[in-house]
């Protein structure tokens, strides 16, 4: 919907929206159930805002409205756009019913014309979700991300016979601050950092562009806080535990702030992957595709990583939580559990940083290699021609966003 120089903060500002939408509503959630109908007042509630999202997402977003050709010619700055009359124009109050009519009209149920669609660009998506890069970062994110749900679903079934519905949905307090901050400074600083190193000449020393050595940190930062999160959890609700039952003197707001480490360390790990894709799509892609391609195979990584982590974290919500208190004290299962994935999630960080701090850049341009190779973004020619899947030889020479 946007042009690639208007992406950043709309994307930034989709990322906190997101994550403040999914652990804020647990802090209302729980005072709803209180009610004669229990828990199920919830669902309803959450299907009222569907009512209104499914006709926004058909009707609201100009997707479809577009004419995305991969084939227009380069437009200079001085010259007139002859995709102008089919961009979204200001809505004028008199023409308002005509234009919503004519919008409606010719919308379609796809986005742009190419001819017969080849089997390469059928497989595109598919393919992005088992590039080098996707099941890397997957591997260094997914066991964070997915204990934080894990966990976080198992307090209901440990603290329900003690506690009320309104208590345990406050819990979420601490993933929702934690995790709403780490997306804000992440996602927000990279875009004001010129103007607040202008004012503030003492943070000069931070590098606006995203490099190896703020990736590294970030990476060791996120792994070592999910580790405290993760850990800390367990032991703690393991000392909660007295002759099968959770004693009434468990520390909750620290519970709460044990989980919004963890929280925190999970999104630090999830926020750094789209920079990490970035750089390898930009590295992968030659001139003539620059721009359209790499910004589909950026998208379409984002997303794979994204579903491989809710696929892991649907299977830890099933096989992680117990089914009572009682369980819990016959061999400690949650302490062990949460000893476990810490343990774990060590090794992994240790591995990914040793790796990457033994191979460098040797190591980057092998993982950029075979992601150009499963992606199909190799040149087959010097001047960076590809032979498409009709046999004949050109690629993508332009691109709907060459007007940005």
Same mark, same amino acid.
Request: charged share 15%; with cysteine.
């Given at each position: ?35 004669? =109908?229990?828990?199920?007042?919830? /669902? $309803?509630? #959450?299907?009222? &805002? +569907? ?84 099941l890397i970062l997957l591997f260094m994110s997914f066991l ?25 949905g406050t819990l979420m307090t601490g993933p929702w601050l934690?995790? =709403?901050?780490?997306?804000?400074? /992440? $996602?927000? #600083?990279?875009? &004001? +950092? ?32 999910a580790f405290i999160g993760i850990l800390g959890f367990g ?170």
């Amino acid at each position: 919907m946007f042009f690639e120089h208007e992406r950043s903060l709309r994307v930034s500002i989709y990322t906190i929206v997101a994550i403040t939408t999914t652990w804020g509503p647990p802090l209302l959630g729980g005072v709803t159930s209180r009610g004669p =109908t229990g828990f199920e007042l919830q /669902f $309803t509630i #959450l299907s009222c &805002f +569907l009512v209104l999202a499914v006709p926004a997402i058909a009707l609201g977003v100009p997707e479809t409205a577009y004419d995305r050709t991969y084939t227009l010619p380069r437009i200079d700055e001085a010259s007139e756009s002859p995709y102008k009359a089919s961009m979204c124009q200001g809505i004028r109050r008199d023409r308002i019913l005509d234009i919503i009519t004519d919008y409606i009209v010719k919308m379609k149920p796809y986005s742009y014309t190419r001819g017969s669609a080849d089997l390469v660009t059928l497989l595109q998506a598919s393919r992005a979700f088992i590039a080098p890069t996707t099941l890397i970062l997957l591997f260094m994110s997914f066991l964070p991300y997915s204990s934080l749900w894990a966990l976080s679903s198992s307090l209901s079934l440990v603290l329900s016979p003690n506690h009320s519905s309104t208590t345990i949905g406050t819990l979420m307090t601490g993933p929702w601050l934690f995790a =709403t901050a780490t997306a804000a400074i /992440f $996602t927000l #600083l990279p875009l &004001f +950092l010129p103007q607040l190193q202008l004012q503030f000449p003492f943070l000069a020393f931070i590098p606006q562009q995203i490099n190896k050595k703020i990736t590294t940190a970030a990476i060791t930062t996120g792994s070592l806080i999910a580790f405290i999160g993760i850990l800390g959890f367990g032991l703690h609700i393991d000392a909660g535990i007295r002759s099968d039952k959770i004693s009434d003197t468990l520390n909750l707001p620290a519970l709460s702030f044990i989980l919004g480490l963890l929280a925190a360390g999970s999104y630090i790990m999830d926020i750094v992957s789209r920079p990490l894709i970035r750089s390898v799509t930009t590295a992968s892609t030659s001139n003539n595709q620059k721009v359209a391609t790499r910004n589909e195979n950026e998208n379409d990584m984002v997303a794979g990583v994204t579903c491989w982590k809710t696929l892991f974290a649907g299977i830890l919500v099933i096989a992680v939580p117990p089914s009572s208190a009682a369980s819990l004290s016959e061999g400690h299962g949650l302490r062990d559990v949460s000893i476990g994935f810490a343990v774990v999630q060590v090794v992994i960080g240790a591995v990914v940083m040793g790796v990457w701090w033994f191979y460098g850049e040797a190591g980057e341009a092998v993982v950029k290699k075979w992601d150009a190779r499963v992606l199909k973004l190799e040149d087959d020619g010097p001047s960076g021609a590809t032979v498409n899947g009709n046999g004949t030889v050109g690629g993508r020479e332009g691109s709907f966003f060459d007007t940005d």
